[in-house]
């Protein structure tokens, strides 16, 4: 009997409180009854999850003697100090006198020993550190304050002073190769959830006796693979083997919560054996959802942070390797709904389909909500007797699927994959759909 978790409290944080708190206990769910229930000692996930790295170093912003470093960007002559959480600069000219026209400190994440940048090693969540401020170009003196961090996740800060001139030259000098930020710059590691995040676990509960098992549409289309130009793969399954919680960090809204919910409401029907709910603390997360704007400072270092238009992408080792950590990222949506079902359903094993009218499916065609196929895939995927990296046909066989003509007929030919599942795929996916346009209707864009 799997768990899903659910923390049990009302206040909203779009980003993390400020202590340095190290978890709590979970509530799990009882998937037979579809009722909740609450247990003191629930596993922490394992070591997989993006703990907090701290460096070797200790707490030492430097210079701290108040001594000036001398500098030269562009021609412009300055000294530097950083200290006391500022950075103070200092000119005899100001910078516009030297045909500069763009003046910026540029703070880039780091960790020292690690190489640049620094997405796999922190589970995405340097994309958040990404940050810069735009100076004043008629004066001669600045102070700048170094930003907070936006998450609990311990990383440095590379300091970089960047400038333009107005005849083309661009140059930059580096003020602190990793500045390390005091726990006072970092808020808690708690989640707290909003109350509509909590999930009715009971929702869906009249289904439970009637989903479907494993068949050979489901474990072929869980192990495919296309390309949206109507080519097909088989793949090897993608289940990762850990539990699964979810932290949601940055531009997060409650309408965000609420996709979240909705998903963790069908699956604990249709993959009673999948171990997935909310984290409780930075510690705790597998999964993190990182809501942040595609900057160009950012897409300098990451190119499908798109600066125009939506992207989202599932990143990290572990759905392709089995080990290391994955997290999902959500830019520039006007709706966040469609691409958080779509990279969740990544999460959960799922790959893209040459089909129309499912989240998984061609990109022009994509629905807003899990569809028939999606679902029932999933439901293979998770099923207790997969497991990561079977083939097609060890799949078919851990899950009693005889490879009869219906296997047959959809092995040789995968476009046959688009034929109706199910009855009650299609009834669950027809409850998806009306919560899902009913939900986009009460969510005002986001641009």
């Known amino acids: 009997m799997i768990r899903y978790v659910a923390l049990l409290t009302t206040i909203f944080l779009l980003t993390l409180a400020c202590s340095s708190s190290s978890g709590t206990d979970t509530a799990q769910v009882a998937m037979s009854t579809i009722a909740t229930t609450v247990e003191q000692s629930l596993p922490r996930p394992t070591e997989t999850s993006p703990t907090p790295i701290l460096t070797s170093l200790p707490f030492t912003p430097t210079p701290t003697t108040g ?26 000219e100001t910078p516009q006198s030297l045909n500069i026209h763009n003046l ?32 004043d170009v008629s004066k001669i003196e600045h102070q700048v304050a170094i930003p907070k961090a936006k998450t609990a996740y311990r990383m440095d800060l ?34 707290l959830l909003p ?66 919910r909705d998903l963790l409401e069908i699956l604990v029907v249709i993959a009673p054996d999948l171990d997935i709910g909310y984290a409780n603390a930075l510690e705790d997360v597998t999964l993190p959802i990182h809501f942040v704007d595609c900057v160009e400072h950012l897409n300098r270092d990451s190119n499908h942070c798109r600066l125009n238009g939506p992207s989202g ?21 006007q709706f966040n709904r469609h691409t958080l079902t779509h990279e969740i359903g990544h999460a959960l094993g799922l790959s893209h389909w040459n089909l129309e009218s499912c989240s998984m499916g061609y990109g022009r065609a ?65 409850l998806l759909k009306i919560q899902a346009i009913q939900a986009i209707k009460r969510t005002e864009p986001k641009y």
């Open 313 to 333: 992408s599932l990143s990290g080792r572990l759905l392709w390797d089995g080990s290391g950590t994955f997290w999902v990222r959500i830019s520039g949506q």
């Open 104 to 135: 910026v400190i540029e703070y880039t994440p780091t960790i020292r020993g690690f190489n640049h940048p620094i997405f796999n090693e922190t589970g995405g969540f340097a994309l958040h550190e990404y940050s810069q401020e735009t100076l």
């Open 195 to 260: 109350e509509n995040a909590l999930p009715n676990y009971e929702k869906y509960a009249e289904y439970l006796d009637t989903i479907p098992q494993p068949n050979a549409q489901s474990v072929v289309l869980a192990t495919s693979s296309g390309d949206w130009n109507d080519n097909w793969e088989t793949t090897a399954v993608r289940k990762v083997g850990i539990p699964i919680r979810i932290g949601l960090f940055g531009n997060v809204g409650p309408e965000d919560y609420e996709t979240v």
């Open 158 to 191: 590379k300091i970089t002073l960047v400038s333009a001139t107005k005849d083309g030259r661009n140059c930059e000098e580096e003020l602190h190769p990793a500045f390390i930020r005091s726990d006072d710059y970092y808020p808690s590691q708690q989640l």
């Open 366 to 430: 994509q629905t807003q909500w899990w569809s028939e196929w999606d679902l029932m895939a999933i439901s293979a995927i998770q099923h207790s007797d997969s497991d990561w990296a079977q083939s097609q046909d060890s799949m078919a066989e851990a899950l009693g699927v005889a490879e009869d003509t219906q296997w047959i007929r959809y092995t040789e030919n995968l476009d046959l994959l688009v034929d109706t599942p199910e009855l009650a795929w299609v009834e669950l996916a027809d």
């Open 67 to 92: 001594r000036a470093t001398e500098i030269t960007v562009c021609d412009w002559g300055l000294s530097y100090v950083i200290q006391g959480g500022y950075i103070h600069l200092t000119a005899k």
